[in-house]
């Protein structure tokens, strides 16, 4: 059974018609590209699936279960988590308070526990700080557990997002262009993170990225949409041979699916 | 090492509480000007204002202007249900009290708790509605609120005697007490937000939809730190309601607000020494600054005073602080014994968390 099934998701805003008819089963283990050019509907893609934007059209069903309209509060405890494209740290916050606000949703203390610091709290609390330096350990981010997030290097701050996305224990992962903006050095690094996160965690992941060989070195299976429309499904190779893909993204003809 | 340290300072904090404690109780029973018992009551008070205005404003990031609203509510509840039933038989002269309240009297502690539960159900009552529409509503939500309670007081007139008010309520909170009771919130609130509930609105106060994508409800914490706030609000309206004796309407009016704004502001988003320290200067300018509303004459002139010119004052300091003094007077730095001793000894060595945290095992 597919791990993430989206089904005919078409988001309109007033006559623009952003997402028309996607579809995409996602295996557990797998990661899957999702590519297109500026403004071809990828993100709302994520904001559909997530329950930011509620879809005109069409059903997302995630672990079996239809998840379209729900809070992205409770999808999140479904575990799927996003990470955005304009980066959301918390800025002001340090890395271990950025993991641990990322952890909120295992902790099982009530308020009083928390006034009364009873065993439960400290129990929780202490479990908290110890998975997540446990991550940023394994994710080789412990060096900055201290600093404060918007202080870090741009690179190490995309990092840092997944790495905080991953603290909620997620089954799947949704990046958003996680290498945007990052210099050569900094997006092999990123490559290898991703890498990392399927070899050692076992996650399934979404991604979108922009750099085609960030995505042709990750993703044994790439959708592309443009204008809204899924244009092309298939492995790098067979993307990179694709005409109406070639032609997208050299915006040759606009009209290309007519 | 690090154990040590802290079993050291929560016992230097008990020490320091029950000198200040002390302290109070011997000004209490001396036989010093009524009036600056009455200042250092205040001052309790206000802590309480300021403490619990923090939690909402300095850490999840609401603002709201109804804090008076939620005060009225506190001091209300006090009033009414400790007031003598043949007190309140005389004094209910626009209508006779209602057989709702007529015949009730309970003691101070449990109406000061109710205080509590009553303005924290207000709270629950205004911020869930103000809340869903999102967060920029909230401060006129709230701001009505606050009119719309004492519009109330004043038109019904059978449960709280209009604008005439409630006399002779019993004045059970001493200064002691007070400050006891104002330590007590003072503690609850820090823990709080030195937890994980804590972290999470500040997280929520940064960026909203990045805690929601983490799976924080953000609704959820925005609704509870505004009942929380309520009840802690009530809390302190219930003291005052007590210390004054008499309350009516007009007790309630924005000031009441502004001074929350005020504290917090001015003593620092984040920080319960800044409170406790700028409600001691909001106190007492305060009462000082009554001088400028009174005539005052020098030599053979004669200055009229101007009256209201003191939220004037306290208009001009809170621009001043923000245009100037961005974080106030501590910003979220709190006042450690470690810091007090670090004065002494200049080697510097900086507690970390996960040390903190390693050193439990
Ligand atoms: N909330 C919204 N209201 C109106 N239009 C929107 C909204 N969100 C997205 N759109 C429109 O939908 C289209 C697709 O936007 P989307 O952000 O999904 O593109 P994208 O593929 O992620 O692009 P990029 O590579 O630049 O991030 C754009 O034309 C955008 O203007
Ligand atoms: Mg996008």
Redesign the pocket.
């Known amino acids: 059974m597919s791990l993430l099934d989206a089904k005919d998701l078409t ?1 309109r ?2 006559g ?1 018609v ?2 028309a008819n996607f579809n995409a089963a996602i295996e557990p283990g797998e990661i899957v590209g999702l590519i ?12 559909m699936v997530c329950g930011f ?1 509620k879809p005109t059209q069409g059903r997302v069903f995630f672990d079996g279960k239809d998840i379209t309209g729900m809070k992205p509060n409770n999808i999140v405890e479904m575990g799927l988590t996003r990470v955005f ?1 304009n980066g959301r740290l918390f800025k002001k916050m340090n890395v271990i308070e950025n993991m641990l606000v990322g952890r909120q949703r295992h902790f099982k203390a009530s308020l009083l526990d928390s006034i009364l610091r009873t065993p439960t709290y400290q129990q929780n609390e202490k479990l908290a700080y110890e998975k997540s330096i446990n991550l940023l350990e394994k994710l080789d981010l412990i060096n900055y557990i201290h600093e404060e997030a918007g202080k870090l290097p741009f690179g190490i701050q995309r990092k840092l997002e997944v790495a905080r996305a991953m603290s909620t224990k997620p089954k799947m992962l949704l990046l ?2 996680p290498a945007t903006g990052l210099n050569v050095e900094e997006s092999n690094d990123m490559i290898h993170f991703i890498t990392q996160l399927r070899d050692e965690f076992n996650i399934t992941i979404l991604l ?1 990225e ?1 750099s085609m060989r960030v995505v042709m070195s990750i993703c044994p299976r790439i959708i592309v ?1 443009d204008h ?1 429309e899924t244009i092309a499904e298939g492995n790098p190779d067979e993307i990179r041979e694709n005409q109406k893909v070639f032609e997208a993204y050299l915006g040759v003809d606009d009209n290309v699916e007519n | 090492m690090e154990n040590k340290n802290k079993a050291r300072n929560n016992f230097l904090t008990i020490v320091a509480v029950i000198i200040v404690i002390g302290a109070l109780y011997l000004f209490q029973n001396s036989s010093i000007d009524r009036y600056y018992i009455r200042i250092l009551q205040y001052w309790g008070i206000y802590v309480i204002f300021g403490a619990s205005f923090q939690l909402l404003y300095g850490y999840t990031g609401l603002l709201s202007l109804g804090h008076a609203g939620l005060i009225a509510v506190g001091s209300y509840t006090v009033a009414i249900l400790t007031l003598e039933p043949s007190v309140k038989a005389i004094s209910y002269l626009l209508r006779p009290p209602s057989p709702l309240i007529a015949n009730v009297q309970i003691p101070f502690f449990p109406a000061l708790i109710l205080a509590g539960i009553f303005s924290a159900f207000f709270g629950l009552l205004v911020a869930t509605p103000a809340l869903r529409l999102g967060g920029d509503y909230l401060a006129m939500v709230t701001l009505g609120f606050a009119e719309v309670i004492r519009l109330l007081f004043v038109n019904l007139p059978a449960l709280f005697n209009g604008s005439m008010g409630l006399r002779s309520i019993p004045q059970s909170a001493n200064l002691v007490i007070t400050w006891l009771i104002a330590i007590l919130c003072v503690f609850v609130l820090k823990r709080l937000e030195t937890s994980n509930y804590g972290r999470n609105l500040l997280a929520i106060n940064e960026d909203e939809i990045g805690a929601e994508a983490l799976g924080i409800s953000v609704f959820k914490y925005k609704v509870s730190s505004f009942v929380i706030s309520s009840f802690f609000a009530g809390i302190g309206g219930g003291l005052m309601a007590s210390m004054l004796g008499t309350i009516d309407p007009n007790t309630f009016k924005s000031t009441l607000t502004n001074a929350a704004i005020t504290i917090v502001v001015l003593g620092g988003m984040r920080s319960m020494t800044g409170v406790i320290i700028s409600s001691g200067i909001y106190t007492i300018m305060s009462e000082y600054l009554r001088v400028v509303e009174s005539p005052i004459v020098l030599g053979s002139f004669k200055f009229p005073g101007i009256p209201g010119a003191r939220v004037l004052i306290f208009g001009f300091m809170l621009l001043f602080i923000i245009l100037f003094m961005r974080n106030g007077i501590l910003g979220d730095k709190e006042f450690s014994w470690d810091w007090l001793f670090s004065l002494f000894k200049r080697r510097d060595r900086k507690p970390s968390i996960v040390e903190t945290k390693g050193g439990e095992q």
């Open positions: 988001m805003f007033g623009l952003s997402v297109g050019p500026n403004g071809a509907g990828k993100s709302t893609v994520f904001n934007y494209q958003d262009e979108i922009h949409i809204g």
